[in-house]
């Protein structure tokens, strides 16, 4: 198999959807019983009538709770060092919000994570225009990506493991890409409350696939402040530099002697206002690292994240060859998290495993080409401590 920005308002008009909610946040929610059978709620009503689910599973001392409008990971919570738990993620408490103004909160994205440049991309000699939705980039799969459509979900229990398949088929054209594609995605969470997401794809024309979660994390708590003083590692050596538009230049750079280096762990908020040419056009970090390894056969740590707050480790493994590190730097103070507070810039951070961005238009970079008679498969693991 060949395999291998962010907008705030995520073009909820191009879903042609509103909504109304149902149910309280998250701290009073329903929760599943450790290691049992993941519970459904009724979350909200979409415009067109279609009922949003919400599913609470807890093992291992995680509780998840994941909806089926975008397979949301609407909260997620761990203990500190004390054992007090908290919702490390950002999210809203209604479908109304996930609708009208989400900026991918704990979304699954596809067909394709990040960018394509100028939504164009040529394979086997055709070429292709997508939805574009980022300026004259398409981002995240287009204006009605695999974030704006309710996924089938079906739970299960598997000895000690518990979790939900979440099912959708993208139809040849959608969003302008080839190929009627199956996707499957699994969460599952272990005995240990490790967190893994399988993706499985297949499609019966040649097309690209890029999926990827796009959960924010705040290891003191979601709406608890900046995330400037977490501490992060990321194995890799080099990076991949962007033009204005935030579309990768095709250059591989080194990240030694720059504010892009954390091949040893240091506080985000170290270096982030260095006054570096790439961090001043994203405003911040929002950057695709070239992890050292590569494309990897299983999954393979590639980075911690550390709150030395409450104490709070969250550890990635990853068999994908990069992973984009956004500092949340288009939060504006405009929206309102399940928590009741506001989320102002660089209150959360993405750690999205991917493909290279743009890779398509980059013969240099990991091919993210699918053909009929193969399967797209990908692993991520989150791993909690404190």
Same mark, same amino acid.
């Given at each position: 198999?060949?395999?291998?920005?962010?907008?705030?308002?995520?073009?909820?008009?191009?879903?042609?959807?509103?909504?109304?909610?149902?149910?309280?946040?998250?701290?009073?929610?329903?929760?599943?019983?450790? /290691?049992?059978?993941?519970?459904?709620?009724?979350?909200? $009503?979409?415009? !067109? &009538?279609?009922?949003? =689910?919400?599913?609470? %599973?807890?093992?291992?001392?995680?509780?998840?709770?994941?909806?089926?409008?975008?397979?949301?990971?609407?909260?997620?919570?761990?203990?500190?060092?004390?054992?007090?738990?908290?919702?490390?993620?950002?999210?809203?408490?209604?479908?109304?919000?996930?609708?009208?103004?989400?900026?991918?909160?704990?979304?699954?994205?596809?067909?394709?994570?990040?960018?394509?440049?100028?939504?164009?991309?040529?394979?086997?000699?055709?070429?292709?225009?997508?939805?574009?939705?980022?300026?004259?980039?398409?981002?995240?799969?287009?204006?009605?990506?695999?974030?704006?459509?309710?996924?089938?979900?079906?739970?299960?229990?598997? /000895?000690?493991?518990?979790?939900?398949?979440?099912?959708? $088929?993208?139809? !040849? &054209?959608?969003?302008? =890409?080839?190929?009627? %594609?199956?996707?499957?995605?699994?969460?599952?969470?272990?005995?240990?409350?490790?967190?893994?997401?399988?993706?499985?794809?297949?499609?019966?024309?040649?097309?690209?696939?890029?999926?990827?979660?796009?959960?924010?994390?705040?290891?003191?708590?979601?709406?608890?402040?900046?995330?400037?003083?977490?501490?992060?590692?990321?194995?890799?050596?080099?990076?991949?530099?962007?033009?204005?538009?935030?579309?990768?230049?095709?250059?591989?750079?080194?990240?030694?002697?720059?504010?892009?280096?954390?091949?040893?762990?240091?506080?985000?908020?170290?270096?982030?206002?260095?006054?570096?040419?790439?961090?001043?056009?994203?405003?911040?970090?929002?950057?695709?690292?070239?992890?050292?390894?590569?494309?990897?056969?299983?999954?393979?740590?590639?980075?911690? %994240?550390?709150?030395?707050?409450?104490?709070?480790?969250?550890?990635?493994?990853?068999?994908?060859?990069?992973?984009?590190?956004?500092?949340?730097?288009?939060?504006?103070?405009?929206?309102?998290?399940?928590?009741?507070?506001?989320?102002?810039?660089?209150?959360?951070?993405?750690?999205?495993?991917?493909?290279?961005?743009?890779?398509?238009?980059?013969?240099?970079?990991?091919?993210?080409?699918?053909?009929?008679?193969?399967?797209?498969?990908?692993?991520?693991?989150?791993?909690?401590?404190?």
């Amino acid at each position: 198999m060949e395999l291998n920005r962010r907008t705030v308002i995520a073009g909820a008009a191009s879903a042609g959807l509103a909504a109304t909610a149902y149910g309280a946040g998250s701290a009073s929610a329903a929760t599943g019983s450790p /290691g049992g059978r993941p519970v459904r709620e009724h979350f909200g $009503t979409l415009a !067109d &009538g279609t009922r949003v =689910y919400r599913w609470s %599973l807890e093992n291992g001392g995680t509780r998840l709770k994941v909806l089926s409008y975008g397979g949301v990971v609407q909260s997620l919570e761990i203990p500190d060092r004390h054992g007090r738990y908290a919702n490390v993620v950002a999210g809203f408490d209604d479908i109304a919000d996930y609708v009208a103004k989400s900026p991918y909160f704990g979304a699954l994205i596809g067909r394709y994570g990040n960018r394509i440049g100028k939504g164009r991309f040529t394979l086997d000699g055709k070429a292709y225009q997508l939805s574009v939705n980022d300026g004259v980039n398409s981002l995240h799969g287009g204006a009605k990506g695999f974030d704006k459509h309710v996924w089938d979900v079906e739970p299960f229990t598997r /000895g000690s493991d518990v979790g939900l398949h979440l099912h959708y $088929t993208s139809v !040849d &054209g959608e969003m302008g =890409y080839p190929g009627t %594609l199956r996707t499957k995605v699994t969460y599952t969470l272990g005995r240990h409350g490790e967190w893994r997401v399988d993706y499985e794809a297949t499609t019966d024309k040649a097309t690209v696939v890029n999926l990827t979660s796009h959960v924010y994390w705040n290891l003191a708590g979601e709406g608890s402040g900046t995330i400037e003083d977490h501490e992060l590692s990321i194995a890799a050596a080099r990076y991949t530099p962007t033009d204005p538009g935030l579309i990768p230049t095709g250059e591989l750079a080194r990240v030694a002697g720059t504010p892009f280096d954390f091949r040893h762990a240091k506080p985000i908020g170290r270096d982030i206002r260095a006054g570096h040419e790439q961090q001043v056009q994203a405003k911040g970090y929002d950057h695709n690292w070239a992890l050292d390894k590569g494309v990897t056969a299983k999954p393979e740590h590639i980075a911690t %994240l550390r709150d030395p707050r409450s104490g709070r480790t969250l550890r990635i493994a990853t068999d994908q060859p990069g992973l984009q590190f956004y500092s949340g730097n288009f939060l504006d103070g405009t929206l309102t998290g399940t928590g009741g507070r506001t989320y102002r810039q660089g209150d959360a951070l993405c750690l999205e495993t991917q493909h290279f961005p743009d890779s398509p238009n980059h013969a240099n970079f990991p091919s993210t080409v699918l053909r009929p008679g193969r399967t797209y498969r990908t692993t991520t693991i989150h791993t909690f401590g404190a």
